[in-house]
């Protein structure tokens, strides 16, 4: 049980060794992670929080691969929050990933938590938030949010970083068709990968001419050619992102880490109340209403009305 | 304002306008759904609740829109839960989904309930479970829910689902890879669609190879070869479901509807508890915490405990 006084202490001059006990204390979110991270909330960083996202197989873990190496040249400590959905379908493809990125992991500097771990009741925004305290506690520059484009809740939390690169492909089908929808109002980047690839100049003219037609009196979102693979392009990747920092309103960025915030509280909340469910129904208790509704003797609705009414009745009923 | 008990008796009687009204109703989840959920609940109809799942661009929608067709050939009544993300990336080709799926829309036995508006607080249960218990209560046949296979609670849907059919597709890339993390345990058919691509007996070959060594004592779950978009194989299909319904045991089905009852239900008392912080906590007094994590003056945590606290303690004193 490492001292949580002591911990504080090594996060907060980003010793490497006490940021990775952190991050392993607060995966297994018992009492001292929550120590921990009110420990550490007072402490805010400047971190720049950077989200990517991208569909799947638009070689997104390349790209990221790419930009930390850019960044580390650069001098910049980084953090990285990897929202993948733990999908059986996508498993495969996030161990590939991870391996990817291993060329970094020797470097002290470069501190990847993965979120793959999420159970059903969201908590999404807490895990985040709780990675990017950490992370802005320990003073890294720069935190990358990857995730996949797919599930609302992924693209929900991209839409809280700073600054959102959203990552296109050419020749992935109908592209342009799909990334209509919505994904221009909150990209500040686009990043055309595979830029080597036949097709690509025809993609990167119908994105612009939508962005155009889109984005009528707003400014448009640079679209920035890589071949993450060979390293292209990625230094001016790195400029952009660093330029379009440079220009962001002030007001701008606090609304969006006030909604981080929002949804975090929500989550916490939940997840509290949800504690207290767990004291004032027994498994067994829950076990019969399960049986019940199974065989149609309680209908659904009327047994939750009594969970939550049980709940109160015992609190109340503690404090007389 | 409909009259709720004239509703239930319509919805019954599986009158089409019933039916169609009872979805509206439950989409807007107001009190009338509620009592009409009530009312529904103890007709416990003998649906096969069916299970699809494939990774997007798998020909999914267009395999769906076929096995409708069989199955109404075979005078199946038919309801049908669309469980798909919400996301930007999935806008279009969601509505390109919908569109081939309209052949269908003139026939009064086919009824799709979509689940693209669901929020953040997950509900994924709670809405497919009562589009389940419509479905049932009218006396639809077949129930299909129709996921994509991204994102974790996406992936937990289906399995709760008498009969999973996992949809692949050959020259995917990477498909094997991508499906040997887990979808193997969960699937009760493999469709191979688009089985005219080169490239498809290998896929085949590889998927039963990979099938014999992971389910080495198990039977091996069979593989039904398609092309969806020429209505081949999809009665061949059919048929295998049918087979595999048959076999099915009782407890392995109960067992499934039990797990989706406990999930339901768990969804359904959060937001209830939901509703009570909403009640406890004004709108300007949640403001007034967001701003003051903002300003680093509270940790989320103790905030969220303060509110928790606020909450079971108007309770008692409303008691009082």
């Known amino acids: 049980m490492p001292d949580i006084a002591d911990l504080i202490k090594g996060v907060l001059r980003d010793d490497v060794r006490s940021v990775a006990r952190a991050i392993s204390l607060v995966e297994n979110a018992d009492d001292d992670a929550q120590a921990l991270l009110k420990g550490l909330f007072p402490h805010r960083g400047e971190s720049l929080i950077l989200g990517i996202t991208g569909a799947p197989g638009s070689g997104k873990s390349t ?3 790419q930009l930390i190496g ?26 590939g990933d991870r391996i990817r990125m291993m060329r970094h992991s020797t470097d002290p500097d470069v ?11 969201g908590g999404l925004a807490k895990a985040t938030g709780e990675a990017i305290s950490i992370f802005e506690a320990a003073g890294k520059d720069v ?5 996949v484009g797919v599930g609302q809740d992924e693209v929900e939390v991209v839409k809280l970083a700073d600054l959102i690169l959203v990552n296109l492909t050419p020749g992935a089908g109908d592209d342009i068709q799909i990334f209509k929808a919505g994904i221009m109002e909150i990209a500040d980047i686009f990043v055309l990968n595979k ?39 990625t230094d001016e990747l790195v400029q952009a992102v660093f330029n379009l920092t440079a220009k962001k309103e002030r007001a701008d960025l606090a609304a969006r880490r006030k909604k981080l915030i929002a949804w ?28 019940k509704i199974f065989s149609r003797k309680i209908d659904p609705y009327t047994a939750a009305d009594e969970i939550v009414a049980r709940l109160t009745d015992k609190r109340s009923r503690e404090k007389r």
């Open 143 to 147: 935190i990358l949010v990857e995730t």
């Open 70 to 95: 850019r960044l580390r040249a650069r001098g910049k400590k980084i953090g990285i929050v990897a929202v993948d959905p733990s999908s059986p379908f996508t498993g495969g493809a996030i161990l």
């Open 195 to 233: 830029a080597d690839t036949p097709g690509a100049n025809r993609v990167e003219i119908q994105l612009k001419a939508m962005l155009e037609l889109g984005l009528k009196d707003k400014d448009l979102p640079p679209v920035v050619k890589t071949v993450a693979t060979e390293g292209k392009g």
């Open 111 to 121: 501190f990847i938590r993965s979120m793959a771990t999420r159970g059903h009741l």
């Open 63 to 65: 790209l990221v691969d």
């Open 264 to 291: 975090m509280l929500k989550d916490i909340t939940q997840e509290k109340l949800y504690g207290l469910i767990g004291r004032a129904v027994k498994a067994s208790e829950f076990e019969r209403y399960i049986e």
